[in-house]
């Protein structure tokens, strides 16, 4: 059996807890900080984990840890990171410390994301960001100084006291920073949020979708290339996200952490979101065995999401025995109306087809 070629590993902790967010956290402690990266240590080693190409540690924030904890999250990891070509970790700036960042440098970390979100110091304060934009700056840069130029920085589009204007303005912050990456996310208000006890409504479509032209017209200017839903990249074939892409094309991932998701072989599954249980080794909570119907619906939905992968129609018909032939008048219409490409038996989504993309899927499943 092939071995997934791709880690992710979830910290679940933070320092402070941002009033939008619905992800797997914890307001960090440093006495379940401890327990957890043993526990985490022992799932890793129930996998029989060969050699990696990508591995991505996200979160809650990985760099909330202090630093002799970061130090031995990345020791742990370090078994598993020599060959990875890409090993990227998520960051928020204030904690991004130059100790910290020499760690990374250390372990060979090689790409960071950092969760910025903007930077404007309203729009921050609204949603319980602990962070400014001076943090932003003195991060990326003290990173640029250690030689991990791979930066992605996320943002979120439709947060309170937040325009256009000052979208604008977030860009030109950025890309004035040098970073290579950008991921957007439109704001989802989630039950139980601070936001949406506050009555924070989401934009309204048409709303959402000038922020988007926005931000890709923007970027585009700047040689950033669109090349999934949420995400940009500098347009010189190194700064994409290699860990990304092996998701959006399907590919099979170890999942380890509190809450996190993987798949291996033919099953999905989800970790406990439960601290207690995932420090007793109660790792898995809910596994998922595909059907060829359920493996070929993931690649339909996952596949489109990025232009540099495209749905290969002989490939669909031997994996799935699926032929997207039969459903060529509908296919044809979307190429019609600019909604997707075809090239040398190839599917891809345009920007106008990754704008509707649950429609197109709903079409082709
Ligand atoms: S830092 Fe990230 S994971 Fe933590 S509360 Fe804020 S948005 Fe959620």
């Known amino acids: 059996m092939n071995r997934p070629h791709s880690l992710y590993i979830h910290i679940?902790?933070?320092?402070?807890?941002?009033?939008?967010?619905?992800?797997?956290?914890?307001?960090?402690?440093?006495?379940?900080?401890?327990?957890?990266?043993d526990a985490l240590e022992k799932e890793l080693k129930q996998y029989d984990i060969g050699m990696l190409q990508t591995i991505y540690v996200g979160g809650g924030t990985p760099t909330a840890l202090d630093d002799d904890l970061f130090e031995k999250l990345?020791?742990?990891?370090?078994?598993?990171?020599?060959?990875?070509?890409?090993?990227?970790?998520?960051?928020?700036p204030e904690s991004l410390s130059e100790?910290?960042?020499?760690?990374?440098?250390?372990?060979?970390?090689?790409?960071?994301?950092?969760?910025?979100?903007?930077?404007?110091?309203?729009?921050l304060k609204a949603i319980n960001r602990e962070h400014n934009y001076e943090d932003?700056?003195?991060?990326?840069r003290l990173l640029q100084q250690y030689g991990i130029d791979n930066i992605n920085v996320d943002l979120i589009l439709g947060l309170p006291?937040?325009?256009?204007?000052?979208?604008?303005?977030d860009l030109d912050n950025l890309t004035s920073l040098g970073i290579r990456h950008i991921s957007c996310y439109a704001l989802t208000i989630h039950?139980?949020?601070v936001l949406y006890n506050q009555g924070y409504k989401e934009l309204e479509g048409d709303e959402m979708?000038?922020?988007?032209?926005?931000?890709?017209?923007?970027?585009?200017?700047?040689?950033?290339?669109?090349y999934e839903v949420s995400n940009w990249a500098k347009n010189d074939g190194v700064s994409y996200s290699a860990h990304n892409i092996n998701y959006w094309a399907n590919m099979e991932y170890y999942g380890c952490g509190l809450g996190a998701a993987g798949y291996i072989g033919d099953v999905r599954y989800k970790n406990t979101i439960n601290l207690d249980k995932y420090l007793k080794g109660e790792y898995v909570e809910e596994k998922e065995t595909l059907t060829i119907k359920d493996k070929y619906t993931y690649e339909i939905m996952l596949r489109l999401r990025c232009n540099k992968l495209g749905l290969n129609i002989q490939s669909i018909k031997e994996k799935y025995g699926v032929n997207l032939y039969d459903k060529w008048e509908t296919i044809k219409e979307l190429i019609n109306e600019g909604y997707l490409v075809q090239h040398?038996?190839?599917?891809?989504?345009?920007?106008?087809?990754?704008?509707?993309?649950?429609?197109?899927?709903?079409?082709?499943?």
């Open 74 to 92: 990345l020791k742990i990891i370090h078994r598993y990171s020599i060959g990875a070509y890409e090993y990227t970790i998520e960051a928020n």
């Open 209 to 226: 979708r000038e922020l988007y032209d926005t931000v890709n017209n923007y970027l585009a200017k700047k040689d950033f290339d669109h």
């Open 136 to 140: 932003v700056k003195t991060a990326i």
């Open 12 to 37: 679940p902790f933070c320092h402070k807890l941002c009033d939008y967010c619905d992800f797997t956290k914890l307001q960090y402690f440093r006495k379940f900080a401890i327990p957890y990266l």
């Open 161 to 169: 006291h937040s325009s256009k204007s000052l979208l604008i303005k």
């Open 191 to 193: 039950p139980h949020t």
């Open 99 to 123: 100790s910290k960042i020499k760690l990374l440098k250390k372990y060979g970390v090689n790409r960071v994301s950092i969760g910025v979100q903007s930077t404007d110091e309203k729009v």
């Open 344 to 365: 040398q038996g190839e599917i891809y989504p345009t920007y106008e087809g990754m704008m509707i993309l649950d429609q197109i899927i709903l079409k082709l499943i």
